[in-house]
């Protein structure tokens, strides 16, 4: 029998007690009379002035029964309901694969489904009750040690967080897993708080496929730069084969000298191939300088086209404002985003490039600073080759960071037949162009002096002590650091010291450069020394005043660069 239908007979049954018990109670106080007249009335029956409102009563009972047993009806339904509404939730919080907890106003874990458990290593029957910052602790992906945990930003009671990036989730036995999360409040039907949920997604396998996704576009796009470099560097030394193999069988000194001079030209050219190389291969700490972007944007767009169908229009105002630039890593942002262009455009194409000085305010690009910037607007006739955002995304996120890092922005607009459009903000610097001297063929300087030079290979020894000696130095030779100290303090203990010394940065197997001068100053504080290195990445070679040395030549150099940093470190100008 169901609970609604007890309660209605109860109800009933309790009407009719109550009409007997006061049929009783009447006959016994109105009536006179011992107990044989209180039987004798019994028998009789009850008198017929009562018997209504018993009746009348016993309905009112009858009725509240009905009404009762409806109510219980009606809540056992909707308990019932309330029971499945929970369960259902209960085993669908526990079957996705996100990982959920869900936290009281207190901060207090009331439910952890099993991805969470296995996330944070903490089961729900002992994480129950505990507060949501000791059980989600998190730190930031990037750095190391630095725990910025989600807990403290999620239990704000106004705040609903999105996806959250470069996030490490740390389990309860130290395990990491990289995760993206994100809250929201809940809230009663008054719009009360009472609690959140948080939802979290293991993404470390996600990261790692992407990564490898990143590294082979990386490779297709050294594969598109290698294969133009090889056009290049071939057509380079045909010209220089070439020209000198012209200038062996003519008899003509004026035809001689000309077929040398391009085969000259040629090599400089295939000297600022290799440098564009090395600077595209570069890593590490950005080494800013100030730039003129007029020559450096033409040059990296033309070294990035080398060998395609595709070729540059320009369109760049002269009097582009000096900026501080990594030219390593502004470098790389115009391989990347003339790489793409390449690509869009299998069948050839232009790719237009725009530079200007302007001027942003507050209102005009919200993510840039109100400051003086050149703005580099690169515009390709092709249609976007990239079709899977996530790749774009991060392929994206690394050009991004590149130009922040400058104090700068990138703005991409996409329209499908249309092509890609970049544009690059990069602040201006308060510094002034430095001046920079450019040697010519004429202007060499003619000096006197003694110059130990130091140098593995024979015949770059052999050319350069050959140059100096034809601008009027003497040359005494070593082939390791070994041999050059030796030589150093020979002379040294004569009383005639060495006018410079020029010391190859790298000898493999011995002592290289570096080590060298570090004793050769131990021998003579007063040592004029030029460091010198085919290695343009070099941290010496960047910052060679700090090591202690007066000046650079960066390999392979012409005579006359070598003859004016020479004059100058002799002469302490440098």
Known sequence: ???????????????????????????????????????????????????????????????????????????????????????????????????VIVVDIEDKITMLNKVAEELTGWSEKDALGKSFKEVFITRDEKIEGNYCNLANYMLDINKILGPARYTVLISKDKSEYIITSSGAQIQDKNGNNIGMIIVFRDVTLDRKIDAEIQRIDRLESIRFLTSGIAHDFNNIMTSIMGNISLALISKDISKIKQRLYNAEKSCIRARDLTKQLQIFSRGGVPIKETENLSDFIRESVIFALSGSKVRADFQIYDDLLPVDIDK???????????????????????IRIYAENIIIDSDSEPQLKPNKYVKILFKNDGENIIDKPANLDLWLLELCAIVKNHGGHIA????????????????????????????????????????????????????????????GYEITTAINGFEAIQLYKQLLDDGQPYNAVILDLTIPGEMGGLETFRKIRQIDPNVKSIITSAYLDDVVIANYSDYGFKGVLSKPYKINELSKILDKVIKGEQ
């Not at 339904?77 to 526990?94: A, G, H, I, M, N």
Request: hydrophobic fraction near 45%; charged fraction near 20%; proline fraction near 3%.
């Open 412 to 471: 991409v607009d996409s329209k499908s037949g249309i092509g890609m459009n970049f544009s690059l903000y990069l602040p201006t610097s308060s510094e002034k162009f430095p001046n920079r001297d450019k040697a010519t063929d004429n202007d060499l300087v003619y000096g006197k002096g003694k110059v130990l030079l130091m140098d593995d290979e024979k015949y770059v020894r052999d050319t350069i002590a050959e140059m100096l000696i034809s601008i």
């Open 1 to 99: 029998m169901k609970l609604e239908h007890k309660i209605f007979l109860a109800s009933i049954g309790c009407g009719v007690l109550f009409w007997l018990s006061s049929s009783l109670i009447a006959y016994y106080l109105f009536f006179t009379g011992g107990p044989f007249t209180f039987f004798r009335l019994l028998l009789k029956g009850i008198p017929e002035h009562g018997t209504y409102a018993n009746l009348l009563i016993l309905g009112l009972f009858a009725i509240f029964g009905y009404i009762m047993s409806k109510l219980v009806a009606k809540l056992q339904t909707s308990q019932k309901l309330l029971e499945d509404e929970k369960e259902r939730l209960s085993v669908t919080l526990q079957s996705i694969g996100d990982g």
């Open 328 to 350: 390593s890593l502004l470098n790389q942002i115009i391989n990347e985003l003339v790489i793409n262009a390449i690509k869009s455009m299998p069948n050839g194409g232009i």
